[in-house]
């Protein structure tokens, strides 16, 4: 159940795209058809998932772990936000949730996650999972519907940090989620919603302090990245 434009909607969070349809009762015509997600399925292709909060950086060392390993890099804040720029209904409903820092629901982002998974599947080293998930549910679907992660990098940084960090790029970002109102809101939710992950998963997690800069917190990361691939 989640409330948008001032409507309250019910969805199951089965990541059926009738789910998705039920949730912004949408028209046939706007709802993706079924993704065949076999191969990726069946794929050995190492899957990352990529944790913390809002602002503690995993854009910043997803782009470094590009650069070194040539993993694919998928953040659904960002499959969100091209989603929204398309300027259709749903696009409408997700700035909506995004606006105010809430957590779009779990089919929605699932779907988007395996269209953009099946388009690089054939193309890839590894796939970096950025945001995702943000709930054990979204965890559970995700290895029940797709498969296991092989690890997940958690970053862990101060909230005061990560407030700073958004207030600095929101000088620049343009983003409509960067002000403190809803930084502070994306924070509760991190700490009500996405730290169950870290514990649920506790055994794929490799905690990184977050707090330094960019370059010391990468070589932490190409330490564990280098002993996944002599696993
Ligand atoms: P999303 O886009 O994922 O936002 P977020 O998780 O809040 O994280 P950010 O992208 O803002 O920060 P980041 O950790 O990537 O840090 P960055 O490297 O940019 O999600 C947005 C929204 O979409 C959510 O609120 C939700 O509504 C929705 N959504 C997304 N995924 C969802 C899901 N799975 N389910 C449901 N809803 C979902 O760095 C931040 C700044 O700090 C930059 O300016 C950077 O230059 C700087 N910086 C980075 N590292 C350092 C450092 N070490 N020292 C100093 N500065 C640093
Ligand atoms: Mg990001």
């Known amino acids: 159940m989640f409330r948008t434009g001032g409507k309250l909607f019910k969805t199951h969070c089965s990541g059926s795209v009738r789910g998705m349809a039920m949730a912004y009762a949408l028209p046939k ?15 050995n292709v190492p899957i990352i998932w990529v944790l913390g909060g809002p602002g503690c950086g995993k854009g ?6 590009v650069q070194r390993y040539g ?8 499959l969100l936000r091209d989603a929204v720029k398309s300027g259709s209904a749903r696009g409408q409903q997700l700035q909506a949730i995004m606006e105010k820092g809430e957590l779009v629901p779990l089919s929605v982002v699932l779907d988007l996650l395996k269209e953009a998974m099946m388009g690089k599947l ?33 970053f862990d940084v101060a909230d005061d940090t990560m407030l700073k960090r958004l207030l600095k790029r929101a000088e620049t970002s343009g983003r409509a989620d960067d002000n403190e109102a809803t930084i502070k809101k994306r924070l509760e939710l991190f700490h009500s919603h996405s730290k169950p992950v870290v514990q649920r998963y506790n055994e794929k997690v490799k905690t990184i302090p977050a707090e330094t800069d960019p370059e010391s917190i990468f070589n932490q990361v190409c330490q564990h ?7």
């Open 29 to 43: 015509a706007a709802v993706i058809p079924e993704i065949d997600i076999t191969a990726l399925r069946k794929s």
């Open 60 to 65: 910043t060392q997803c782009d470094k772990i």
């Open 71 to 78: 993993y694919t890099h998928l953040s659904t804040g960002d």
């Open 122 to 154: 054939s193309n890839t080293s590894g796939f970096l999972i950025d945001g995702y998930p943000r709930e054990v549910q979204q965890g559970e679907e995700f290895e029940n519907q797709i498969k296991a992660c092989n690890l997940i990098l958690y």
């Open 225 to 231: 990245l280098d002993s996944l691939m002599t696993v």
